[in-house]
């Protein structure tokens, strides 16, 4: 049974930990560094964050800007679409164990947006993470069932 719950340990809360996240200076290592993708209305930042030794393999943030979206209502209301829709496609995005990622969503549409269009988002942007974790990590059989001369 798949598991879709969203516990505390899922939530990326460590000050530093954003930081880190976040930063753009000489004291990020090459392998830490963080990564990006964007399939609007949302924008993924992920990193390796091999320091950190508790709490599930993918821990993430979900921020929607005050910038974007004026209204109070407006937000929390994205927020759980984005919550939502991440909650149900998380247990299809196969993450190697003991692989620990902190991941933050943004989003960065005007207006709100209904449902469909954000799952549509989450789902692109866990493809993308999971291709890029792939590659990083040495796996060539993606691209090997791919070509078709090989």
């Known amino acids: 049974m798949k598991k879709y ?3 505390k340990s899922d939530k990326l809360c460590s ?3 954003i930081d880190q996240l976040f930063s753009r200076g000489a004291h ?10 964007m399939a609007y209305p949302l924008r993924a930042v992920w990193r390796t ?3 950190r030794d508790n709490g599930s393999d993918i821990q993430f943030l979900i921020s929607i800007p005050k910038k974007r979206l004026r209204h109070a209502v407006d937000r929390v209301k994205m927020r759980r679409r984005v919550r939502e829709a991440y909650r149900l496609n998380l247990p299809d995005f196969d993450m190697p164990e003991g692989d620990k990622t902190d991941l933050a969503l943004i989003y960065v549409a005007n207006e709100l947006k209904d449902y469909k269009t954000v799952e549509k988002a989450i789902c ?6 999971k291709d ?6 040495g796996d060539c059989s993606a691209d090997q069932s791919a070509d078709p001369l090989l």
């Open 49 to 51: 964050n091999s320091k």
């Open 132 to 137: 890029e974790k792939s590659i990083a990590q």
């Open 124 to 129: 692109r942007l866990l493809q993308k993470i």
């Open 15 to 17: 000050p530093t930990a």
């Open 28 to 37: 990020v290592m090459q392998a830490d560094e963080a990564k990006s993708a």
């Open 5 to 7: 719950g969203l516990n």
